[in-house]
C-alpha cells in the first residue's frame, strides 16, 4: 500500500473517531440534568457512577446588584431575571434594556445532590472580569476587586479549584460578577462539579497536559531554530521553529492558564496582550513555514497580506487597551478563515501537481485548523452550549499532532536529501569509469565535478556529524531535568502527593527544573551568537585601573560572604604615559567572562581561601597588550584536563566546569575574550595555584 493511501486511512479514521465522539456526546448530553428557574436537580445523579457535571442551564440573575446569601429578596421576582449559563450578558434584555459588556450583577443556582458529607470539588472557569464565590454562605474563592463602578475594579480571570464538605447534599452558589474592562462579561464558560478526588484528578490531568505541550513545542522549536542557525538555507526550520515556540508560549496563556501559577500576579492586561499577539503574530509564521515547503501553490501577495494584517491587529493590541482591540478580534478571525480556505486551495493544488509531502502536510494541516476553527469559535463564545461541537479548546492538541507530523516530514526531507547525494555521487563514480577512453580536456571537466560533488558530500556529512554531535550534548544536559520534572508531574498524578502543600512544592521543583532549560538554551544561543560574531558589542573605552576596581568592587562582596579573600594588585604603571592606559571594550560581555572565572573559582576554593586578581603589560616599553592573572589557591585543575577546559560541553570528571554546569560558561569566556581580539589560556598546579590569564589590545589614543 501506498504512503499516501496509508496516511489518508488514518486520517479517515481520525475524522471517523471524532464524529462518533461527537454523536456519543450529543447522546448523553440529552440525559444530563440542566439548571431551570435556577434550580438544579441532582437527586438521580452519582458522580460516581456518572463522573462530573457542567452546571448549565438558567440561573437567577440580580443585574447591578451585589447580593450575599442573607441579602436576598424573599418570594420577589421585581428586580430577579433568568439567564442562560454559560454565556455572556451581552445583549441580555433587562427591563427592556439592551445590557452591554459593562456592569454587574450577582448569579444564584441551588442544586440538591444526594452526596451528604462528601468532599466535593467545584471547577471554576474563566469568568469576565473579577468575581467573588460563595458556597453555602461560605466565601470560597475571588478573582480581582470586585466593582461597581470602572475605577473601583481591578480585572483577572483565572480558571480555579475549590473544595467543600457537601454537608446536607443541598448546594447554595451565589456569585458576584463585575466587568467594565472586556468586551464581554458574564460566564463565559461552565462551572464544573463533582467528588474531590475526580476534580483533583481533571485539575492534575490538564495541568500536567498543558506543560506538556508547552515544553514539547518549546523542545522542538528550539532544535528547529539551532538547526537553521547551523543551515540558514532551510527557512523552513527558522519560520517552523519559530512558530512553535509561539504556540508554546500561547499554550500558557489559554486552557489552564498555566502561567498564573508561575506567576500569580502577572498583569491581567498584559497577559490578554501576549494571548493576542501570539495569535495575530503566529498567523504569517505559519503561511511562511507552508510557503516555504509548497513556494509554488502560495502566492508572495498572501504573505504580505497576511503579514501587513497582522502587523496592524499586533500595533492595535499593543496601543490600546482590550475593550477596544477585543471588538475587533472578529475583523481577525474572518480574515483567518479566509487564509485557511485559500491554504487548502494550495494543499490541493499540490497534491493535484504530485508535490512530494503534499498529502501528509495536507492531512495534517486540515486536522490542525479544524482543532484552530473550533477554538474560534468557543473562545468567540459560539458554541457555548453546542450539542454537535467539542466544547473544549482543541488547538494545543491539533498543533501537538501537527508538530510530531511535520518533525516527521522535515527529517524524511533530509534523509531523501542526503540519499540523492549518495546516488548522484555514485552514479557519477561509474560515468567517470566509463569515460576513461574519451578526450583529456572531457576527462579533467568530470574529474573537477566530481572532486567538487565529493567536496559537497563532505562538507554536508561534516554538518551532519556536528549537528548529531551537538544534539547528542544537549540531550545529555536535558535528559536528567526532563526525567526529574516527568518524575514530579507522575507523583502528582499517581497520587503519590496528595497534600496541597506537597503538590505546590513540586510544581515549584518544576518551574526550577524548566528555568535551568531555559537557562541552557539561553547559553547555547549566546555562545552560538558569539561563535557567529552576529553579537554586536557596545564597545566603550575605560582605563584598565578603573576596569579592575569595577571588577572588585562587584564581586568582592560575594566572595568575602564564601570566606574567601579577595585581593586586587594594581601596579603602577600609568605615570610615565601620556594616557591612562585603557581598553575599549563592551563592559557588559567582560563582566560576563569576569562572573565565569570568578564564580567557578568560588565553587572549588576552601573557606580560608584566596582570589588574587592582578595585571601587568606585555612589555614596559611599547606595551600593546594589557594581561589580567586571575589567580586561586583551590584544588586546581590535572593537567590532562587543562587543554580542554575552554571546549563546549566539556565536563571532565576532575574539571572545575563539572560541579554542575552546563559545560559552557568557559567557552563563553573564551568567544568573549577573542571577540575583543584577545587571548585567553589557563595554568594549574593542583594544590597550590591555579590561574587564568586575559589578554586584551591596550586602546591607541592616535589612531582613534
Not at 190 to 219: T, Y
Not at 490 to 499: F, S
Not at 516 to 536: A, M, P, Y
Request: hydrophobic share 45%.
Amino acid at each position: 500500500m501506498k504512503p499516501n493511501k496509508k496516511l489518508f486511512i488514518i486520517f479517515l479514521i481520525c475524522v471517523l473517531v471524532i464524529l462518533i465522539s461527537s454523536c456519543a456526546q450529543q447522546m448523553n448530553q440529552d440525559q444530563i440534568p440542566m439548571a431551570n428557574m435556577g434550580y438544579l436537580d441532582l437527586l438521580s445523579w452519582d458522580f460516581e457512577e456518572n463522573d462530573i457535571i457542567k452546571l448549565q442551564g438558567h440561573w437567577k440573575f440580580y443585574w447591578e446588584q451585589l447580593i450575599e446569601s442573607d441579602d436576598f429578596p424573599q418570594d420577589s421576582t421585581s428586580s430577579m431575571q433568568y439567564i442562560q449559563v454559560p454565556a455572556t450578558w451581552n445583549n441580555y434584555t433587562v427591563e427592556d434594556i439592551s445590557l452591554t459588556g459593562d456592569g454587574f450583577a450577582t448569579y444564584k443556582l441551588r442544586i440538591a445532590t444526594k452526596h451528604r458529607n462528601e468532599s466535593l470539588g467545584l471547577e471554576i472557569p474563566k469568568i469576565s472580569t473579577a468575581y467573588r464565590l460563595w458556597v453555602n454562605n461560605e466565601l470560597l474563592a475571588a478573582s480581582g476587586n470586585l466593582g461597581m463602578t470602572s475605577d473601583s475594579s481591578i480585572p483577572k480571570f483565572q480558571p480555579s479549584m475549590v473544595f467543600f464538605d457537601s454537608k446536607s447534599g443541598d448546594l447554595e452558589l451565589i456569585i458576584q460578577v463585575s466587568n467594565f474592562h472586556h468586551q464581554h462579561g458574564g460566564i463565559l464558560k461552565n462551572f464544573r462539579l463533582g467528588l474531590a478526588d475526580q476534580m483533583k484528578l481533571r485539575e492534575n490531568w490538564h495541568l500536567a497536559f498543558d506543560v506538556f505541550v508547552f515544553g514539547s513545542l518549546f523542545v522542538v522549536g528550539i532544535y528547529h531554530l539551532i538547526f537553521y542557525f547551523y543551515r540558514r538555507k532551510e527557512k523552513s526550520n527558522l519560520f517552523f521553529g519559530s512558530f512553535c515556540i509561539m504556540i508554546g508560549i500561547r499554550t500558557l496563556f489559554i486552557g489552564t492558564m498555566f502561567v498564573f501559577q508561575l506567576f500569580p500576579h502577572l498583569n491581567w492586561e498584559m497577559a490578554l496582550k501576549i494571548e493576542y499577539l501570539t495569535f495575530y503574530l503566529g498567523t504569517p509564521l505559519f503561511i511562511l513555514y507552508l510557503k516555504s515547503i509548497l513556494f509554488q501553490e502560495i502566492s508572495m501577495k498572501a504573505i504580505h497580506l497576511s503579514i501587513a494584517s497582522s502587523l496592524i491587529f499586533s500595533l492595535l493590541v499593543l496601543f490600546n487597551p482590550v475593550k477596544i482591540y477585543a471588538q475587533y478580534n472578529i475583523i481577525y478571525q474572518f480574515f483567518a478563515f479566509l487564509i485557511i480556505f485559500y491554504l487548502i486551495y494550495a494543499l490541493v493544488l499540490a497534491y493535484l501537481r504530485k508535490r512530494e509531502g503534499a498529502v501528509a502536510i495536507g492531512l495534517a494541516v486540515i486536522f490542525f485548523v479544524g482543532t484552530v476553527i473550533n477554538d474560534i469559535l468557543y473562545e468567540s463564545s459560539l458554541i457555548y452550549f453546542s450539542k454537535s461541537f467539542v466544547t473544549t479548546s482543541l488547538s494545543s492538541v491539533g498543533f501537538l499532532v501537527f508538530v510530531f507530523s511535520q518533525s516527521i516530514i522535515l527529517s524524511r526531507k533530509f534523509t531523501h536529501a542526503f540519499s540523492r547525494i549518495e546516488e548522484m555521487t555514485a552514479n557519477l563514480q561509474q560515468l567517470n569509469e566509463s569515460l576513461e577512453d574519451k578526450v583529456l580536456e572531457r576527462t579533467i571537466a568530470l574529474e573537477s565535478s566530481n572532486r567538487k560533488l565529493e567536496e559537497a558530500y563532505q562538507d554536508l556529512s561534516e554538518m551532519e556529524q556536528s549537528r548529531t554531535n551537538l544534539l547528542t550534548n544537549i540531550s545529555h544536559d536535558l535528559r536528567s531535568p526532563m526525567a526529574s520534572v516527568l518524575g514530579y508531574i507522575n507523583a502528582i498524578l499517581d497520587g503519590i502527593v496528595e497534600q496541597p502543600e506537597q503538590q505546590i512544592r513540586y510544581l515549584h521543583r518544576i518551574k526550577e527544573r524548566i528555568h535551568g532549560l531555559n537557562h541552557l538554551t539561553q547559553e547555547l544561543f549566546d555562545l552560538t551568537q558569539l561563535e557567529s560574531r552576529k553579537l554586536k558589542l557596545k564597545t566603550q573605552v575605560m582605563s584598565i585601573e578603573l576596569l579592575m576596581q569595577k571588577v572588585h568592587e562587584k564581586y568582592n562582596l560575594d566572595i568575602q560572604r564564601a570566606g574567601i579573600c579577595f585581593h586586587l594588585i594594581s601596579p603602577d604603571m600609568n605615570s610615565s604615559f601620556p594616557h591612562p592606559l585603557s581598553v575599549e571594550v563592551d563592559v557588559d560581555r567582560m563582566d560576563r567572562a569576569f562572573s565565569n572565572i570568578i564564580y567557578n573559582a568560588i565553587k572549588h576554593i576552601p573557606e580560608g581561601g584566596t582570589i588574587t586578581m592582578s595585571y601587568y603589560l606585555n612589555n614596559r616599553d611599547i606595551p600593546s597588550e594589557v594581561i589580567i592573572k586571575i589567580a586561586d589557591n583551590g584544588s586546581g585543575i590535572p593537567a590532562e584536563d587543562l587543554p580542554y577546559v575552554f571546549d563546549r560541553f566539556f565536563t571532565g570528571s576532575k574539571s572545575r566546569s563539572s560541579s554542575g554546569g552546563s559545560g559552557l560558561g568557559l567557552s563563553i569566556t573564551k568567544e568573549i575574550v577573542e571577540y575583543h581580539n584577545g587571548r585567553i589560556w589557563a595554568t594549574s598546579k593542583p594544590g597550590e595555584e591555579t590561574a587564568f590569564y586575559l589578554s586584551l589590545p591596550l586602546f591607541n589614543y592616535h589612531h582613534a
